[in-house]
């Protein structure tokens, strides 16, 4: 084009010449316009929030955003707290600061100065490693990198929980086109739901302003990473968190409002005469059935047989099956369909 150009403009040349100056200095244009048009294009990607790279989604997320601990943008990773028993010598101080560490390097550190009584003294700490590995489970030991005097080295966990991972980019990309799609409207549903989003951990919200009567508002969350091993639901401290985040939010009018986990509803099937039948094969459909449940399930909602038919249809390595299943309502409106067992036979 740029060839063509030299010659239409320039009477008597010709840019075709082999190793003229002409052809040379017009291939360079040329490849000087096809770098700014590949430029353009990939700029036009970033200026969309929904096709947008995680710098440009960043940014993106910082216009639109605000969470629950006044940042914008993307939820960092969060700090586990709560609180670890230790034993020693009864009067013993131990220092505000003092730094524990687990078995798989995890630190953290007490954040008052506590005296130890006669047997096991609850003490307080936070992680210093932000993020979800951070949360500990009950009876849990850790141990003093510098012990007190006095004070026996190992401790173990009474409560530790509010440590999350860092939002992923497909988490932040729904919440800045949620907040696009569906701007503030002065408390209504979707408002609640887009205020329980900014708490660090969560990744679905319902809002129900009629389940509990007029005036009144039921929230309903889920939190699929941080709360995996016990299928996404959140549990009793992660709810209370919630319901303090609410709490700054909500309209001052609101009659009562309620924050509760949902209620795991198993969703159980029978698949016969899988046709190609395999490990991978079974792999693969209980990975698009939970990203389906994922994506459809809402609380007291009814999960409909063809859901189910259409996610297993769409598994990597499924050419045939028979499934039995009926269309199963929701008992009540806090239940929530969360993948069961899955019986293979035939075949």
């Known amino acids: 084009m ?10 008597g040349a010709d840019a075709n010449v082999p190793n003229s100056l002409l052809r040379v200095m017009s291939d360079a244009m040329g490849a000087l316009c096809h770098l700014a048009l590949q430029y353009v294009d990939w700029l036009s990607n970033q200026l969309l929030p929904d096709t947008a790279e995680t710098e440009w989604l960043d940014r993106h997320g910082k216009i639109w955003l605000v969470n629950s601990d006044g940042s914008t943008g993307r939820k ?32 953290y550190a007490t954040t008052a100065t506590v005296n130890l009584g006669s047997g096991d003294t609850p003490v307080p700490v936070r992680s210093l490693d932000p993020g979800a590995a951070s949360n500990l489970s009950i009876d849990a030991a850790m141990s003093f990198i510098d012990p007190q005097p006095g004070v026996t080295t190992t401790a173990n966990v009474i409560q530790l929980y509010g440590g999350a991972d860092e939002e992923t980019d497909d988490e932040l990309r729904q919440r800045v086109l949620q907040r696009i799609q569906e701007p503030p409207m002065g408390g209504d549903a979707t408002d609640y739901e ?30 699929d990473d941080l709360r995996a091993d016990n299928e996404g639901i959140p549990l009793a401290e992660d709810v209370v968190a919630v319901e303090a985040h609410l709490d700054t939010k909500r309209p001052v009018a609101v009659k009562d409002f309620f924050v509760a986990a949902p209620i795991p509803y198993p969703i159980n099937m029978h698949i016969d005469q899988l046709v190609v039948d395999s490990t991978p094969t079974r792999e693969a459909i209980e990975i698009s059935l939970r990203e389906m449940l994922f994506e459809k399930a809402i609380p007291g909602e009814t999960i409909y047989e063809s859901w189910i038919e259409a996610a297993i249809s769409d598994a990597l390595g499924v050419d045939h099956f028979e499934l039995q299943f009926n269309t199963t309502p929701m008992p009540t409106p806090g239940h929530l369909g969360i993948l069961g067992s899955i019986i293979y036979a035939g075949g």
């Open 2 to 11: 740029v060839r063509d150009g030299v010659r239409a403009n320039l009477p």
């Open 76 to 107: 960092m990773a969060s700090f586990s707290s709560g609180l670890i028993a230790c034993t020693g010598t009864q009067g013993v101080v131990i220092p505000v600061d003092s730094q524990l560490v687990t078995g798989d390097g995890l630190l």
């Open 194 to 223: 887009a205020w329980v989003l900014q708490v660090p951990g969560v990744t679905r919200a319902w809002c129900d302003p009629l389940e509990m009567g007029i005036g009144t508002v039921t929230v309903r969350f889920m939190m």
